[in-house]
């Protein structure tokens, strides 16, 4: 769906843009917004990504990497940035609450707001939307914006079609959920004729692993795994004790809830983990178990169907204990 047509001439002559994605980026965050940065370089616009948070250390080595802004250390030249911006591009969020900090700052900023986003229940925030909750990733929309509402499939070259290629690749699960249609895979062709070199990139996102991060990760299979057999339920519950034992950072609990969703039988897998100053949670399910309801009735936070997140300012184990009563509620779905 898009929405705000009528502003699309705006791109037409230079301007000063800032992109935006939701805080602690993921590889469609970034990869969605380094490719649409890329585009607009090229187009000739003064272009800059603001982020509100670092990201894993496993997409530092995405195309342009290098040039982006961390609000947190450069408050005032993010600032001033924001103040002369005629458009704000909201990427892979559609509730600016998900940007954290910067989302005052987006709030208050004069620029328009263009949204390219694929979750549900949209904000009402921007004057230019393209939304559509059936995209697999923000990258796809990405690439469909410039490919068919800019008509520039041949502007996309080989940078651009790495980022993109990321983005669907992180939020497809390698191409393996539900919302890999055909038209992804064609979309997927098509960036790798632009130019994506989809093994490296592979390589560079799966097989980057620190030797203490795979410890990490059987350390977590071994001591922090608890499978609740009668609702087809698993979580791993991570205290503030195991990630110092281990100097977790952004990213190292990337992918565990799907070790705890691959068991055999498994449905609904969580992970709950105590980053000190919040109890984070990710869920993923299989089929109808709505992950996204979940989270937002119980836990302040949404998503998709089958990935939604969340957070409380309860401490762990009282999030867990939530999670497990909240479970009998979704017995038809999970017994
Ligand atoms: P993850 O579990 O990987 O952090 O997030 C999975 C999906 O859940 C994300 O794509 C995002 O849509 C959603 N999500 C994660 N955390 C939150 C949150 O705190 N609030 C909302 N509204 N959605 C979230
Ligand atoms: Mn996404």
Not at 60 to 79: K, S
Not at 132 to 144: G, I
Not at 248 to 277: C, H, M, P, Q
């Amino acid at each position: 769906m898009l929405q705000g047509e009528e502003f699309l001439t705006e791109l037409a002559k230079p301007k000063k843009i800032i992109i935006t994605t939701h805080h602690k980026p993921d590889g469609d965050a970034l990869g969605s917004s380094l490719g649409l940065y890329h585009w607009l370089k090229k187009k000739g616009h003064d272009v800059h990504v603001v982020l509100s948070s670092d990201f894993p250390a496993f997409l530092e080595w995405m195309p342009g990497f290098e040039t982006l802004i961390y609000y947190p250390e450069q408050p005032d030249r993010a600032q001033q940035l924001f103040d002369e911006a005629a458009i704000i591009f909201c990427l892979d969020y559609s509730a600016l609450s998900r940007t954290n900090i910067l989302e005052p700052v987006i709030r208050a900023a004069k620029g328009q707001k263009w949204m390219i986003d694929h979750h549900l229940d949209p904000e009402d925030f921007a004057q230019v939307s393209y939304w559509d909750s059936n995209a697999a990733a923000t990258a796809q929309l990405v690439y469909t914006f410039i490919a068919d509402v800019y008509n520039d499939k041949e502007g996309i070259d080989d940078v651009i079609a790495s980022c993109l290629y990321t983005g669907i690749m992180t939020d497809t699960g390698s191409f393996r959920f539900k919302s890999t249609t055909s038209a992804v895979h064609h979309i997927i062709a098509n960036l790798i004729d632009a130019g994506a070199r989809n093994w490296e990139i592979h390589e560079n996102i799966y097989n980057s692993s620190t030797e203490n991060r795979l410890k990490f990760l059987g350390y977590c299979l071994l001591n922090c795994l608890e499978v609740i057999p009668e609702y087809h339920t698993a979580l791993f519950a991570l205290t503030r004790e195991d990630l110092q034992k281990f100097n977790v950072t952004t990213g190292d609990t990337e992918g565990l809830v799907n070790y705890a969703l691959s068991i055999k039988g498994i449905r609904l897998a969580g992970l709950f983990v105590d980053r000190t100053e919040l109890i984070k949670l990710s869920l993923r399910s299989i089929g109808d178990i709505p992950c996204n309801e979940i989270c937002k009735k119980h836990f302040n936070g949404g998503g998709h169907l089958n990935a939604a997140g969340g957070n409380s300012t309860e401490d762990l184990q009282t999030v867990v204990n939530r999670f497990k009563s909240v479970l009998p509620e979704y017995k038809e779905y999970l017994t």
